[in-house]
């Protein structure tokens, strides 16, 4: 196995070099700026005509006829096909198919790992595709430079298991911009490394007049492995063409967003009052071309101080005109890339895809606010939809979810700014600064952006340029925590010299009894074995679904989990490889565990076809006592959606509908069934397991489910959580479980019925009755110890203490239910002191509460919270707080009034 370092491959002249090149008189150079070397069929070209080697030169001046993007997109397809290559739409921007990132990022991300590594052949060889994309790493740049987009198209050609490579590859990409008018005294071929997913190898970035349409990479090895490379034995053409520099280079617009959303941005300019500045624009984007706007504040001072220079221009009167530009650039991209993320399923919360949802509208609508123009969110997003919606029609049919998902993000925006204000001040006032760290945590915690921030202390505030970028990055964790993946691991096995179990369990899940060869014994941490079988009917934990149990020639299965293609049973007993052994299974749990499952999917169903197709699976676990799903949804569920929800489940169960499982090829189940097939996370396999409820639900599953949904019997929904911002769950039990709950109910009504010596048709107007007259009593009892207190009060005014330094000191007890109502008894009493301190006790329950005040000179002789501290160490508790307010408590009530009595005397004593 010949593993070689980066250094050594991609410094090579034949990595490189291909034969069109060298049939054609293509010559290599070496970059006078940079020092990377290209290729260009100049002999005399120096530079590899990149920024910041050379400058945009096709602003204003484009080398080709003006074209938009629906006809680049269908120019491009239609050039592939006729070349041998089949068109295959495109995949989400939400990558559910993969566990290890959040987001298509570029168009190679939907054919890995499974289809790069040859386990699954390609939907087809050679293909093109124009795949919509999304990125977070140049947030920060976004409306900037005029380049970066969050959300763009990658059309895209591929080629797998070695149909063609390097030579066919450059030839088709050259061809490609022949085709489209580029000359190629203006084609620049410039050398590069790409890597990713687990795959690299070298590349050629084609640059056009100082714009890098395309990268052409050819992917030949797998790693890297400790900074070294394998060479993949079937290789891949990887290549990406930015459909928006495509239209952008055909245009010569000022920047890319003008020469994308044009008709959006005369919108945006005449609605906020802006002039469209466009010879400024173009001189800055070619001179931000040059730089990482993201990199820090001096960069953008260095363009602005040469485009200053170059026009003749003051720089303060470049950034006026330029930073309200840049908003409208940021919002047509951002709103662009919402609509996109939200079509495709996201939702947005506090967490992963829904994270960086949430950032982005929330960003357009401080932007749009910053305009003057912040009630036209909506009506924009509408406009985007109309415009993507001929080829994208799936963006239409999901318009009224992405509208109203948006609306109720507007409001929990204002809702968030409304208390924010009040955090903010107090940071503010508390620190007398704000830290990065600040505000990463006012945005993570409270959703407060940096502008926010700097309205709310009306102080100027050091924002680092790549803010953004950073969060979205911290927030962009590959992992889909929500989707089960709930195999124990519990035994570090390598399983590769072993067959594979056979799952009997799939063959036939109503077998409750087998035999099985004891293949190996493997030892146990615990009392028992780890049984290796040769077949199993015990399914094992995994896909949210608990562990079958049973017997294995009459001893306690206690786990079952599954590493590889080999099942392990944890098993009570000795056991000795090459016996015979009698598998029984607990038939009452596994029932009732495919019942649950196959109820999971039915809900599934029930709910995306009430809410709409932004529901997704986010958590799942099936028990033996009831199962729970989570799923994507940004509004809480009333009683009357519950109740309609049952009511779809029970239909569907009581239709008594087929429940098919069959194995499918993966590229075949995904051109049936589309990707919702992914609701339970991602699924490995050339071949993939899939569950259909008969007209209603279909989706990828490894668990066991029963034959017609009549088995899965009566179903009830026990409990509905919010457990994070847009995600509910909902707790659920089916079959006899579901019975056992109802009848749980029934015994918990009866039993009120008895202690309220009421008959069952009168237990609301009974407990009604006993509600009003305990808030009778209440009103009577607050009404009394308010009388009591005010007694209190007296005899504390009338043993007023006056230190030796002239500072007065109320103190005593009072009865008080909690720390407000003490601290409200103690600010009534504060008020009648210029100088004063305040210490009050209660006894609530059996456990003591101490709050202290003090103000004016009271504060510069005594600190309310240590003395709170140190009368409440004397009763076993703990308090604190400021100079001004302390609050503590301790479990010896009883010894209250004698420690609080002599304190004050001490104190007194010693000033």
């Known amino acids: 196995m010949n593993m070689l370092r980066k250094e050594e491959l991609a410094s090579r002249r034949e990595q490189y070099e291909v034969e069109m090149f060298r049939e054609e008189g293509w010559v290599r150079r070496k970059c006078a700026k940079c020092g990377k070397y290209f290729w260009t069929i100049d ?16 602003i204003g001046n484009p080398p080709i006829r003006k074209m938009d993007w629906n006809e680049v997109r269908e120019k491009f397809l239609s050039f592939f096909e006729r070349r041998g ?44 595709i124009s795949q919509p994309c999304v990125r977070f790493p140049d947030l920060d740049n976004v409306g900037k430079t005029g380049r970066h987009f969050t959300m763009f198209e990658m059309m895209a050609h591929h080629a797998f298991n070695n149909v063609y490579f390097k030579d066919e590859t450059v030839r088709l990409g ?77 245009k010569g617009s000022p920047t890319g967003y003008d020469a994308m959303f044009p008709k959006l941005l005369k919108y945006l300019r005449a609605e906020s009052g802006l002039d469209f500045p466009s010879d400024l624009i173009s001189e800055y ?69 829904g994270y960086l949802a949430r950032l982005l509208i929330r960003r357009s609508i401080r932007l749009l606010k910053s305009l003057g123009i912040e009630d036209l969110l909506i009506e924009i997003i509408s406009k985007r939809i109309s415009e993507v919606k001929d080829p994208f029609p799936e963006m239409l049919d999901m318009e009224d979810e992405i509208i109203e998902m948006i609306s109720h993000e507007q409001k929990k925006y204002y809702a968030t700014i409304k208390k924010g204000r009040e955090i903010v001040k107090r940071l503010y006032s508390k620190k007398g600064k704000i830290t990065r760290e600040d505000l990463e945590k006012l945005y993570d915690s409270h959703g407060l952006l940096p502008e926010e921030v700097m309205e709310f202390t009306g102080k100027k505030i050091d924002v680092p340029e790549d803010f953004l970028s950073k969060i979205a990055e911290k927030h962009s964790s590959s992992s889909r925590e929500g989707q089960e993946q709930t195999r124990s691991k519990k035994v570090d096995l390598d399983v590769k010299k072993y067959p594979k179990t056979e799952l009997l369990y799939y063959t036939d899940p109503y077998l409750k009894e087998v035999n099985a060869l004891v293949i190996d ?48 049973h944890l098993v009570e007993g000795k056991f000795s490889p090459g ?73 569907v169960i009581m239709e008594n509908r087929e429940v098919r499982t069959t194995w499918m090829e993966r590229n075949e189940a995904e051109r049936k069934y589309g990707f919702v097939l992914y609701q339970g996370g991602a699924v490995p396999g050339r071949k993939i397991r899939v569950v259909e409820i008969e007209d209603w639900d279909i989706e990828a599953c490894g668990g066991t489910h029963v034959h017609r949904t009549g088995e899965v019997g009566f179903f009830k929904i026990s409990r509905v959580d919010r457990i994070q911002d847009g995600v509910i769950r ?9 019975v056992d709950y109802i009848r749980e109910l029934e015994d918990t009504i009866e039993e009120a019925v008895s202690l309220l010596n009421t008959k069952k048709e009168d237990l609301i107007q009974a407990l009604s009755k006993k509600i009003s007259d305990l808030k009778d009593t209440k009103k009577k009892y607050a009404k009394l110890m308010s009388e009591i207190n005010d007694l209190l009060l007296e005899e504390i005014r009338d043993k007023k203490i006056t230190t030796k330094d002239g500072i007065n000191i109320f103190y005593g007890l009072i009865h008080a239910e909690n720390d407000k109502e003490m601290l409200d008894l103690a600010e009534l009493l504060l008020k ?56 503590g408590g301790g479990p010896k009530g009883h010894e209250l009034p004698r420690v609080i009595e002599e304190y004050v005397l001490r104190i007194c004593e010693g000033s």
């Open 43 to 58: 002999p005399d070209r120096n530079d590899c005509g990149e920024p910041p080697c050379a400058e945009y030169s096709f």
């Open 521 to 568: 014994v493997l030892p146990s941490e615990n009392e028992g074995s780890v049984l290796i079988l040769d077949r199993t009917i015990f399914y094992p934990e995994g896909g949210g679904q608990e562990a079958d149990t049973g017997k294995i020639n009459g001893r306690k299965v206690k786990h079952v989990e599954k590493v590889g293609g080999v099942v392990l």
């Open 285 to 353: 984007t070619k001179v931000a071309g040059k730089y990482d706007l993201s990199g820090g504040r001096s960069n953008r001072t260095k363009v602005i101080e040469e485009v200053s220079l170059r026009l003749d221009m003051d720089p303060k009167e470049v950034e006026m005109e330029v930073t309200p530009q840049e908003m409208v650039y940021a919002i047509s991209d951002h709103t662009r890339a919402i609509i996109f993320m939200l079509g495709d399923g996201v939702v947005p919360s506090n967490a992963r895809e």
């Open 579 to 651: 016996e015979v052994v009698k598998c029984q299974l607990d038939w009452e749990r596994r029932i009732q565990l495919m019942r649950h499952h196959t109820a999971t999917h039915i809900l599934l169903g029930a709910l995306r076809r009430k809410f709409g197709k932004h529901i997704w699976q986010a958590g799942a676990h099936k028990s033996e006592n009831y199962a729970r799903l989570d799923v994507t949804h940004y509004l809480p569920l009333n009683k009357d959606e519950i109740r309609e929800i049952e009511d779809s489940c029970n239909r």
């Open 85 to 128: 290559h089949e068109r295959v739409s495109r995949y989400p921007v939400v990558a559910r198919w993969r566990d290890d990132v959040l987001f298509t990022g570029a168009s190679i991300m939907c054919f890995q790992p499974w289809v790069t590594s040859g386990e699954v052949d390609p939907p087809a060889n050679p293909l093109v």
């Open 174 to 250: 050259f061809e490609w911009l022949k085709s489209i008018g580029v000359k190629e005294d203006d084609i620049v071929f410039k050398e590069d490394w790409w890597e990713g997913g687990g795959n690299a190898g070298p590349d050629h970035e084609v640059i056009v007049r100082g714009l890098e349409l395309a990268t052409l990479v050819h992917m030949a090895y797998e790693g890297p492995v400790n900074g070294r490379y394998l060479e993949m034995k079937n290789k891949v053409v990887d290549t990406g063409y930015g459909l928006n520099r495509h239209v952008w280079i055909s």
């Open 730 to 738: 909902i707790e659920f039990k089916v079959g006899p479980k579901a």
């Open 832 to 887: 009648e002191l210029d100088d004063g301190l305040v210490i009050l006790g209660a006894r609530i329950g059996e456990k003591a509460r101490v709050v202290s005040l003090s103000k004016g000179r009271a504060k510069s002789v005594f600190h309310a919270g240590e003395i709170v501290r140190e009368i409440c160490s004397k009763l076993s508790g703990g308090g604190g707080g400021s100079k001004e307010k302390g609050i």
